[in-house]
């Protein structure tokens, strides 16, 4: 079996078992997609959809992120980790989007990488959910379970996944099977214990099979 025959089963098991799913950070304006991805570094979707209310009613637009200090916004996502970080980074990428970019964001990943704290994997996000462009966005569960699969050869560079992924997954189908990916690691095919006897991929897993 070929890495795109693979990736074909893999891609039709997944949209079986998780037909309906999406992004997992809740936003309602693009800009907050983009600060929610920047919290979500080691951090949980979970707990970032628990700080996000109350600091986008603070800061309700790319403006006030831009205006504020640091500090302040730090003092709404202290329980994200490396919040000190997070904040100079939410503040300065406002500031940036507001006085290089008229208060738009970017629908290039050339563009965006950019901006403060962005890095490939919230580019690809952001080109993928907000623009519908072909997007690999490769976190901790992509990178996991799609080397497990044997979709790639079992790296942990993220760039180097997002090029295996890209020359065996047909553009249409990328940012779909990456949000199945990261809902698949979650739920099933975790990171300590792979639940491999409920797995519906696992007819087709390197992993189970023994051969990765």
Not at 14 to 37: F, G, S
Not at 49 to 60: H, Q, S, Y
Not at 69 to 94: Q, W
Request: hydrophobic share 40%; with cysteine.
């Amino acid at each position: 079996m070929t890495k795109k025959e693979r990736a074909e089963l893999v891609i039709d098991g997944l949209a079986e078992c998780y037909p309906d799913v999406k992004c997992a950070l809740v936003y309602k304006k693009p800009h907050e997609l983009l600060i929610a991805t920047r919290l979500s570094a080691q951090c949980t979707d979970k707990r970032v959809n628990m700080v996000t209310p109350a600091l986008f009613e603070k800061f309700p637009d790319i403006d006030s992120f831009a205006a504020a200090e640091p500090d302040e916004v730090a003092e709404y996502i202290h329980s994200c980790g490396l919040y000190k970080t997070k904040a100079v980074d939410i503040v300065m990428m406002c500031r940036m989007l507001r006085d290089d970019f008229g208060g738009e964001i970017p629908d290039t990943i050339e563009q965006l990488v950019k901006l403060p704290g962005v890095g490939r994997k919230t580019a690809n996000l952001i080109v993928g959910d907000l623009y519908g462009k072909p997007a690999l966005v490769c976190d901790t569960h992509v990178i996991r379970v799609s080397g497990r699969l044997g979709l790639t050869d079992g790296t942990k560079d993220a760039l180097k996944v997002e090029k295996q992924l890209a020359a065996i997954i047909k553009p249409d189908d990328r940012l779909m099977m990456c949000h199945r990916l990261v809902w698949h690691g979650r739920l099933v095919c975790s990171a300590a214990k792979p639940n491999c006897s409920e797995c519906r991929l696992s007819g087709f897993c390197k992993f189970f099979s023994g051969t990765k």
